[in-house]
């Protein structure tokens, strides 16, 4: 049996995710180490993300250790990878895919919030369509950090992402839960996809990440990701992007600055509706 050093960030919703990743590699007769580092995105918990970000922000540390030859994959929450990986680096398996959905979360029985938390510009523009009187202030912390912080009063309402609260199943008693489909809220790029990365030249371990890859985790992946790397869109970026698939069918959810669109097509059109995506986008950013 060889044991697979497997590098991740310390947080709790991070370790679940690597456990998750962690059972499929002993499922397959390896033994799993996990390896934990903090990156520049987890040292910092008090400044907005937009003001912090940057390609790689919880991303860079991590692939060190790859490229030290310290650990022999890494896990990562797919939306968090760079536009380009470290060279010689690869995602070799997306081995689960959560629901992509946005999660309101409101207290003290509050169902109109005026005073809603959340970081991401792309959440801001689409709480402006669903709450037009709500006003967003700035949230950071791990998912408990946030939910204290929602009890306290700080706010009337924060918005998280489903596939967090699935795989770390933290106590909501007490708070109204609403899921906010796509159709309401359009997720980021590769939400609730967990990509593994190793060293390109590393056969063993790119052989065995090929065993646990998922097939339909994997096709939203490339879809939303491509689209991702061609528009930069980064943590100040107002853009969301979900690819349902159904079989060879897919419906593209895009949102730009709160300008919705949805695309559909089947396998072969999905290069010319990436393509003019991405020009929407172009087009509006001048």
């Not at 499929?24 to 520049?40: C, D, K, M």
């Not at 250790?65 to 890494?74: G, P, S, T, V």
């Not at 204290?148 to 924060?158: P, V």
């Amino acid at each position: 049996m060889k044991k697979i050093r497997v590098a991740t960030r310390k947080s709790a919703l991070a370790l679940a995710q690597t456990k998750i990743v962690c059972d499929r590699i002993e499922r397959a007769g390896y033994e799993a180490e996990i390896v934990t580092v903090s990156t520049r995105g987890d040292k910092d918990q008090s400044s907005p993300l937009s003001a912090i970000g940057g390609d790689g922000l919880f991303v860079r540390e991590i692939e060190g250790l790859l490229l030290r030859k310290e650990a022999d994959i890494a896990v990562h929450s797919a939306k968090d990878l760079p536009y380009e990986l470290s060279e010689g680096l690869v995602i070799a398996a997306t081995p689960d895919m959560a629901d992509a959905s946005d999660v309101l979360l409101s207290a003290n029985g509050c169902d109109r919030p005026k005073v809603v938390g959340t970081s991401s510009p792309r959440r801001v523009e689409e709480v402006k369509a669903l709450y037009p009187d709500a006003v967003c202030k700035d949230i950071r912390g791990n998912i408990d950090t946030r939910l204290r912080k929602l009890r306290e009063g700080q706010y009337d309402a924060i918005l998280l992402a489903k596939a967090g609260i699935d795989r770390l199943q933290p106590d909501l008693r007490g708070l109204l839960v609403r899921t906010l489909e796509p159709e309401e809220m359009i997720p980021a790029p590769c939400q609730g996809i967990l990509a593994v990365e190793c060293r390109q030249s590393d056969r063993d371990i790119t052989d065995l990440l090929s065993r646990i890859d998922d097939e339909n985790a994997r096709r939203r992946f490339l879809m939303e990701r491509r689209i991702f790397c061609e528009c930069r869109v980064d943590c100040k970026s107002s853009v969301g992007v979900y690819a349902k698939w159904r079989k060879e069918a897919f419906r593209l959810y895009v949102t730009i600055r709160g300008h919705r669109t949805v695309y559909e097509g089947n396998a072969q059109d999905a290069e010319e509706v990436i393509h003019r995506m991405v020009q929407a986008y172009q087009k509006e950013r001048t």
